[in-house]
């Protein structure tokens, strides 16, 4: 089994960027298809982006695409992902979550908070 925690969310302001991360225990975040999930306040959750396992090939949603960007850490077993231009809409829990045979992990989330 492999844990999640998700860490590096906070306050910022309208244009700033932000890089948060997702680090596993257990296992080798190379064994599963990651991805960042995110829900705001009163919403469903959504998804903004995953990367495959073994292999970097990345999808994103419209919102995310050519402003955040997914990717895994050196050693294999931290996911980050760095949002830039951020936007009051993108205030949010940023959870990730890890995929593999059927089985889906996920982490508890970190909070960003974008401000005017």
């Known amino acids: 089994q492999i844990n999640l925690i998700e860490s590096g969310g906070g306050l910022v302001e309208a244009g700033d960027s932000l890089r948060i991360s997702c680090k596993a225990s257990g296992r080798s975040l190379s064994r599963y298809t990651m991805a960042w999930f995110r829900q705001a306040p009163g919403k469903e959750r959504e998804f903004v982006a995953s990367i495959l396992r073994n292999v970097d090939v990345t999808y994103y949603s419209d919102f995310a695409a050519g402003r955040f960007t997914i990717s895994r850490g050196d050693n294999q077993n931290t996911l980050y992902l760095e949002m830039n231009s951020l936007k009051p809409e993108d205030t949010a829990v940023y959870s990730c979550?890890?995929?593999?045979?059927?089985?889906?992990?996920w982490g508890k989330g970190t909070l960003v908070t974008v401000s005017l």
């Open positions: 979550a890890a995929t593999s045979n059927g089985m889906n992990y």
